[in-house]
């Protein structure tokens, strides 16, 4: 079970920090990832981290302002946001894939557990 956090209400140019935590034992074995989903379109990926941290890969319309991390002592991954644009407001969502390859995954249907999303909105 994932557990997102940290959504709210913020004005362009500030930073939010989302936070998801995993109810398992296992957490290192799963890659984690983060997407969004605005009203109106489909579901996109946003940021990935491999199973120990060490890798991180991003969409482009990101890529410099977020930040993705993880705590496999904490069983939580991270999203620091910054410099947010009106155009980041989505419902965020974490997920997570058991996954021992260096496939850098950013396809939804990659991904087999999913949190409960937040909402992220950003003002002008």
């Known amino acids: 079970q994932l557990q997102a956090s940290g959504g709210g209400l913020v004005q362009a140019g500030g930073s939010l920090r989302l936070s998801c935590a995993a109810s398992?034992?296992?957490?290192?074995?799963?890659?984690m990832g983060w997407f969004r989903q605005a009203p109106g379109k489909s579901r996109e990926f946003v940021a990935g981290?491999?199973?120990?941290?060490?890798?991180?890969y991003y969409a482009d319309s990101v890529k410099g302002r977020f930040t993705i991390s993880r705590d496999n002592a904490k069983n939580t991954v991270y999203l620091q946001m910054n410099s947010l644009k009106p155009e980041d407001t989505a419902v965020y969502y974490c997920?997570?894939?058991?996954?021992?390859?260096?496939?850098?995954?950013?396809?939804?249907?990659?991904?087999?557990?999913w949190g409960q999303g937040t909402l992220v909105t950003v003002s002008s």
């Open positions: 981290v491999n199973r120990n941290g060490g890798t991180t």
């Open positions: 997920a997570a894939r058991f996954d021992y390859t260096v496939l850098q995954r950013t396809d939804p249907s990659e991904y087999n557990y």
């Open positions: 398992t034992r296992t957490f290192s074995n799963y890659r």
